[in-house]
């Protein structure tokens, strides 16, 4: 998983959600949202939602796992 200090909200991604140890596919429809109510948690977590966004990772096409 990559820094959520180098996630952009603007691509689609896989976000973890630390609090509820879930991996979430993100939407950049939620962009907006994210910019205006995202705050920082704790080094290299944002609270956001209701979730505590720990890392991310791309969304790579065609391979098996979605890895």
């Given at each position: 998983m990559n820094s959520m200090d180098t996630f952009d909200p603007?691509?689609?991604c896989?976000?973890?959600d630390g609090l509820n140890d879930q991996i979430i596919e993100?939407?950049?429809h939620w962009a907006s949202m994210y910019r205006e109510h995202a705050s920082r948690w704790?080094?290299?977590v944002?609270?956001?939602d209701g979730?505590?966004?720990d890392g991310?990772?791309?969304i790579v096409h065609g391979h098996p796992?979605?890895?």
């Open positions: 603007d691509m689609t896989r976000v973890h993100w939407s950049p704790d080094d290299g944002i609270s956001w979730l505590l966004l991310w990772a791309p796992c979605g890895h």
